[in-house]
């Protein structure tokens, strides 16, 4: 594939939190009225090509984002979904190394489970721990199980106030999924090109890769502290800055966006 070759542009963006309000119920997620039009206006654009990349399955991803001509990466990038409908895998190899280490983390996972108000949700290639629900009484057993889970070999934890994720794979996080990205589009991302918008900490790995190819990235939220990020509040706020930065035209925003929690 050769379609990102001259100067074109990449835009990439994380899903919950980013795209989608965070809510209280992961199940309810949906893409703002402002991201949808974003995303629409940016794969209409013939000098562009949208990416959004989730920890997410593929089929979960895609049944919440409503917009054509976009690539859609699952697994935090491990798998992709071409605007054609096309799929790239990892391949039966990464499958069997998934098995095998979900297998190893699920005693411990179990354990977690056990403590009253935690959810695990599995995602195929991760799996992530919730903890919004758990009463304050029970957040200690939680974060010393947590921390067990980061001493095991063989997977990598991604932490957040009211989560944390499990990589199956340990070198599958957003960074390895934009840069496999990049490999199948045949784009070189350097020059400035390039551009990614998250809220949490696998998207801070992408965001560093993006920084260092002279690219851009934007920070939803305060969730990431890194030099040369740029912040905003909420969806709404993002589709307002990136607007600029593709010069697709203003589009009123809020003066002031909350984030819901989730």
Known sequence: M??????ARLWVFDFDGTLSPLVPDRNAAQLHPASRALLKALAEDPGSRVAVLS???????????PVGNLFLGGGSGLEWR?????????????????????GAVLPLLSKISSVPGVEIEDKRWSLAVHFRRVPPEGLDAVHSLVLELERLSGIRV???PAAAEVQLLPSADKSFGIRKLCGFLRFSPSGGRIFYAGDDENDAAAMRWVIAMKGKAVAVGNGIRMTGVRHVDGPASLAHAVRAMARLGRRAVPASEGRSEG
């Open 55 to 65: 920890s997410r399955s593929i089929e979960d991803l895609a049944g919440r984002i």
């Open 2 to 7: 050769s379609r990102g070759g001259g100067s």
């Open 158 to 160: 991604f932490s957040g």
């Open 82 to 102: 071409l605007p054609a409908g096309h799929r790239i895998g990892p391949g039966e190899a990464a499958e069997a190394r998934r098995d095998k280490t979900r």
